[in-house]
């Protein structure tokens, strides 16, 4: 069960009253059957208003989504996204770009490739903005494996679709929190992350564990 009271879970689309107001909410709470810290927005755990029917184990990227405060994860990594929520000059993973924020992961590996939903953040005043919802990309990586003659926009562009089924689709353009409670649903996610300490070893192998040992 969700350790907050009186918070019920439902599907937010973009045009949704609660998700579309002036200033969102935002809250941290701990899920004992998931073993995750979800983060609500306006009371909705972002991994269902992400992937409403969300199947953990599901080979579609979208409904295998989960928040990336996970046993299944190593405690380090986990705590770099926590530092890349707080300040968007920092990274929340050595794959992003400094500002972005993966708002939920692959369920199995958290890689990259297998689905990370993200958004861009950034602090105006006394306010917190999360912007232009899109699938992360290892930017690296992904110039790498460009072809000659290949167009970076329109091969960019094949990586994040929109349709019926993509949550780029209806999840707001845009969300904007107080800065102060933002913060403090961040202190909650430590909080929560104290008081459930992370396993000594992650239930499934992270991915850059997985990638290191298919190098060698």
């Known amino acids: 069960m969700l350790v907050q009271a009186g918070k019920a879970r439902r599907r937010v689309g973009r045009h949704d009253e609660g998700m579309t107001s002036s200033?969102?909410?935002?809250?941290?709470?701990?899920?004992?059957?998931?073993r995750v810290v979800h983060l609500l927005v306006d009371g909705v755990a972002l991994v269902d208003t992400i992937a409403p029917g969300r199947e953990p184990w599901s080979n579609s990227a979208p409904k295998a989504a989960e928040s990336p405060f996970s046993h299944k994860h190593v405690e380090t990594f986990a705590r770099q996204w926590l530092a890349g929520y707080r300040d968007a000059s920092v990274r929340a993973n050595d794959e992003l770009e400094p500002g972005e924020l993966e708002l939920s992961v692959c369920s199995?590996?958290?890689?990259?490739?297998?689905?990370?939903?993200?958004?861009?953040?950034?602090?105006?005043?006394?306010?917190?903005?999360?912007?232009?919802p899109h699938w992360a990309i290892n930017m690296t990586r992904w110039r790498d494996e460009l072809e000659p003659g290949d167009?970076?926009?329109?091969?960019?562009?094949?990586?994040s679709p929109a349709d019926d089924l993509d949550p780029v689709g209806w999840f707001p353009a845009t969300l904007t929190f107080d800065a102060a409670e933002y913060d403090a649903a961040m202190e909650e996610v430590e909080g929560l992350m104290l008081a459930h300490p992370w396993p000594e070893h992650p239930i499934?192998?992270?991915?850059?564990?997985?990638?290191?040992?298919?190098r060698r």
């Not at 200033?23 to 998931?34: G, K, Q, T």
């Not at 199995?108 to 232009?132: I, K, T």
């Open 23 to 34: 200033v969102n909410r935002i809250a941290a709470v701990w899920s004992e059957p998931d």
């Open 108 to 132: 199995f590996c958290a890689d990259l490739q297998c689905g990370s939903f993200a958004v861009w953040m950034r602090r105006e005043g006394s306010v917190v903005l999360w912007e232009r």
């Open 204 to 214: 499934e192998p992270p991915s850059v564990w997985k990638r290191w040992f298919k």
């Open 151 to 159: 167009d970076p926009e329109e091969c960019k562009e094949a990586h």
